[in-house]
């Protein structure tokens, strides 16, 4: 499926998807995050680094100050947050486009501070939205067949972790 979307009653829960997108993903990949401050993208980067095999000694946090942290997972996890970016400048001196390209997976948080980025990039691009107290909307769009399909797979596992609760 190319949109899916699901609903968050807690930080756990958007934790849980996080982690099961990063169980399924398929380097190269790359996922832009789109949403407002405390929306949960880093919670659920938090997930999906788990999912990916990143070690839970390892802390996932926000790269806020640094814009790019770098975890060891099954191939490397490439976890931008580009809120403090100031200039274009910035994102040359890191490198930004090679990590598009990379063999690992590249999570970006405040992916819209980059005119045209969505458009131009992402295998997966996810809106986080605040939907009151601690519920969150978070939709999923897949921009090519391989990334639908990890959808498909996403909803599914999603929905077998309900019933099983
Ligand atoms: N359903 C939920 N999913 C995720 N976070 C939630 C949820 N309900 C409440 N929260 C709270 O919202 C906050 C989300 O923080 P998080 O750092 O993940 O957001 P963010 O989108 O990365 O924000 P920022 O842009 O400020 O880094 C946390 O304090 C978390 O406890
Ligand atoms: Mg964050």
């Known amino acids: 499926m190319r949109h ?3 609903d968050s009653f ?4 958007t ?12 380097p190269p ?6 949403g407002d401050l405390g929306a949960g993208k880093t919670c659920l980067v938090k997930g999906l680094a788990r999912g990916f095999g990143i070690s839970e000694q390892e802390p996932v946090t926000s790269p806020t100050f640094t814009l790019l942290n770098i975890y060891a997972g099954r191939s490397p996890l ?9 200039q274009e400048e910035d994102l040359l001196d890191l490198g930004f486009d090679e990590y598009l390209q990379a063999e690992g997976v ?3 948080e405040w992916a819209d501070r980059i005119a045209g980025l969505e458009a131009q990039t992402g295998d997966l691009v996810v809106h986080l939205r605040h939907a009151g107290d601690d519920r969150r909307q978070i939709a999923f ?4 067949e391989r990334a639908a399909q990890w959808l498909d797979r996403l909803a599914s596992a999603w929905l077998e972790r309900g019933s099983r609760k």
Request: glycine fraction near 4%; hydrophobic fraction near 55%; charge should be negative.
């Open 4 to 6: 899916w979307s699901v």
């Open 10 to 13: 807690a930080p756990e829960q």
């Open 15 to 26: 934790q849980s998807v996080g982690e099961l997108l990063g169980r399924l993903l398929v």
């Open 29 to 34: 990949a790359v996922v832009l995050l789109v």
């Open 78 to 86: 490439f976890h931008f947050d580009l809120y403090r970016l100031s």
């Open 106 to 108: 590249t999570v970006v």
């Open 141 to 144: 769009e897949a921009r090519q």
